[in-house]
């Protein structure tokens, strides 16, 4: 019984302090993979940019390779030019920010955020899967909260197998939510995206 016990212990992500990880110590700069045109990873026809580094260590973690912050190669300024040139297509709705954990590789996704802004304003919507949730990141850095303000969509929590459910909507288990960021910060509290059907 305590064998099986701990063994259901080990199968839980970690959970971090706040403040205890941060980007500046953390980040490489890396990013694991982008792929442009995609139709998974949020509402819409999306371009997506999976960062490197996640501490979470979720058990049963999709894209486990993207948890070593060494992983894939550094983001440039090359690999940024061609994601705002994918954007600028009519057809692409927006940008969604994978991991990897992205709030643990704020110096590469605040730069993409604000040039996204900067070119298109909020004609492209932004995306974002993160391990922490809404609470956790109110009690967090800086970049972290500056990332937040960015975003038009947040999924939050971490990928929990014991509630694994394959029929929700761009999420792998029931304990993650779909937050409309702007409405939730307006309003000081988790406002659920509109359009959630499952």
Same mark, same amino acid.
């Given at each position: 019984?305590?064998?099986?016990?701990?063994?259901?212990?080990? *199968?839980?992500?970690?959970?971090? &302090?706040?403040?205890? !990880?941060?980007?500046?110590?953390?980040?490489?700069?890396?990013?694991?993979?982008?792929?442009?045109?995609?139709?998974?990873?949020? @509402?819409?026809? =999306?371009?997506?940019?999976?960062?490197?580094?996640?501490?979470?260590?979720?058990?049963?973690?999709?894209?486990?390779?993207?948890?070593?912050?060494?992983?894939?190669?550094?983001?440039? +300024?090359?690999?940024?030019?061609?994601?705002? +040139?994918?954007?600028?297509?009519?057809?692409?709705?927006? #940008?969604?920010?994978?991991?990897?954990?992205?709030?643990?590789?704020?110096? %590469?996704?605040?730069? /993409?955020?604000?040039?996204?802004?900067?070119?298109?304003?909020?004609?492209?919507?932004?995306?974002? !899967?993160?391990?922490?949730?809404?609470?956790? /990141?109110?009690? @967090?850095?800086?970049?972290? #909260? &500056? /990332?937040?303000?960015?975003?038009?969509?947040? %999924?939050?929590? =971490?990928?929990?197998?014991? @509630?694994?459910?394959?029929?929700?909507?761009?999420?792998?288990?029931?304990?993650?939510?779909?937050?409309?960021?702007?409405?939730?910060?307006?309003?000081? &509290?988790?406002?659920? !995206?509109? *359009? /959630?059907? &499952?």
């Amino acid at each position: 019984m305590a064998q099986e016990s701990k063994r259901r212990i080990a *199968r839980l992500p970690k959970n971090p &302090k706040p403040q205890e !990880w941060l980007a500046k110590d953390l980040s490489l700069g890396y990013y694991a993979s982008y792929k442009p045109f995609v139709m998974v990873d949020g @509402e819409g026809v =999306r371009c997506s940019l999976y960062v490197s580094g996640c501490k979470f260590a979720c058990p049963g973690c999709y894209n486990a390779v993207a948890q070593n912050f060494h992983y894939g190669q550094p983001y440039t +300024d090359a690999v940024q030019d061609k994601i705002l +040139d994918d954007l600028s297509h009519s057809y692409v709705q927006g #940008l969604t920010l994978l991991g990897g954990e992205p709030f643990l590789n704020t110096q %590469v996704c605040l730069k /993409l955020c604000r040039a996204i802004r900067a070119r298109f304003g909020h004609t492209k919507d932004i995306w974002s !899967w993160t391990g922490y949730t809404w609470d956790e /990141l109110q009690q @967090e850095s800086d970049d972290k #909260l &500056k /990332l937040l303000s960015m975003l038009d969509i947040l %999924v939050d929590g =971490r990928f929990l197998e014991a @509630e694994k459910d394959l029929t929700l909507q761009f999420r792998g288990s029931s304990n993650q939510r779909i937050i409309d960021v702007p409405a939730s910060l307006k309003e000081d &509290k988790v406002v659920i !995206w509109s *359009r /959630l059907v &499952k």
